[in-house]
């Protein structure tokens, strides 16, 4: 029996005024008068009308509450606002949301526990990197864009997977995606994930979750990217295999490759391409008008671009290289 006609066969018993509060509630109705006057219809002449809005009302409800019945959606919805606002309350994520306040605590000290978020009274703050990032991270534009990049990006990960992760900024959004999704996706809880990697933010973000084994290549670290480089760095890869690696890339040029701003972040992120089974590149529409000075490689490693948006020419240059353009 649906809710909707449970609650006309109540109607129709003379419920309490406590009760009808409590279905008003349920069906996202925050008016108790309004409602009265809505439930006095089902009595009398609007009773058609009135059943049909309810139905609309229960529709719209049940929609929005399906849409974050999944853990990691809410995970995901409540870290964005986290970190967007510097805080947030309770009260805030239960009535955003849809869930009761005794779920949004679990999810919140889910979150505390993966050190994504630090528990506060009534709420959670964002938890801070231990140490200030170089101004390349704190100034990067396309934030949300290069979320929701990430975010799809992360779902391309298999329980038991090596992946590769390059340092910047959008690849530093797909690490966190990654180690987001492996902590709350239950196909994790018994087959962990590797990543390898050359940034040492991404790692030392990546260290203190237990689903993930951090691998992290030798070199120099370069202060101005937090990118280890050089010819060790390179020797490392050489002797890893990994079922797909996430690039971010300085700029994309359709016909000529992917570029980097430095010649020695170009030589080790070619050296996670060759290391590769897959690649996808992991770039948001600003990369394709952009100039970088030093060649990665070519597309004939490449074999997917993940992006918000592409022009139609540079979408019909990428098929002619094999390579598929993901939109999200």
């Known amino acids: 029996m649906s809710f909707l006609v449970k609650f006309r066969v109540r109607l129709r018993n003379k419920i309490t005024t ?12 925050n008016s108790y008068a309004h409602f009265k006057a809505w439930a006095r219809g089902i009595f009398g002449l609007k009773l058609e009308e009135t059943v049909k809005y309810l139905a609309s009302a229960e529709v719209k409800v049940a929609a929005k509450r399906r ?3 999944s853990q990691s959606a809410r995970l995901t919805k409540i870290l964005d606002t986290v970190l967007e606002q510097g805080s947030a309350k309770v009260e805030q994520l239960e009535a955003a949301l849809g869930v009761s306040a005794a779920t949004i605590r679990r999810d919140l000290d889910r979150l505390a526990n993966q050190q994504l978020v630090t528990r506060v009274r009534g709420g959670a703050v964002a938890n801070p990197l231990s140490g200030d990032l170089p101004l390349r991270y704190r100034q990067a534009n396309h934030g949300r864009v290069k979320q929701r990049l990430a975010r799809a990006a992360a779902k391309l990960v298999q329980p038991g997977d090596i992946i590769g ?4 900024t959008t690849s530093t959004e797909v690490a966190r995606e990654i180690a987001l999704r492996v902590s709350t996706d239950s196909a994790f809880e018994h087959e962990s994930l590797t990543l390898v990697t050359n940034a040492v933010n991404i790692a030392n973000e990546l260290v203190v979750r237990p689903q993930i084994k951090v691998i992290v290549v030798g070199g120099v670290v ?22 797909r690696v996430f690039l971010g890339v300085v700029s994309i040029d359709s016909a000529r490759g992917l570029f980097n701003d430095d010649l020695l972040e170009a030589e080790i ?12 590149v992991v770039a948001d529409s600003s ?5 970088g000075v030093a060649r990665i490689s070519d597309f004939s490693l490449v074999d997917e671009i993940i992006t918000d948006s592409v022009s139609a020419e540079d ?3 990428l098929a002619q290289h094999g390579v598929e353009v993901i939109e999200v």
């Open 18 to 29: 406590k009760q009808l509060d409590l279905c008003a509630k349920m069906i996202g109705i």
């Open 67 to 69: 849409a974050m019945t």
């Open 165 to 168: 992760v390059n340092g910047g």
């Open 222 to 243: 370069r202060p101005n990217s937090y990118e280890i480089v050089g010819n060790l760095s390179g020797v490392i890869l050489e002797n890893l295999a990994m079922n």
């Open 269 to 280: 992120n070619a050296d996670f391409l060759a290391a590769a089974a897959r690649v996808t």
């Open 287 to 291: 990369k394709f008008t952009a100039v």
């Open 315 to 317: 979408r019909a240059a």
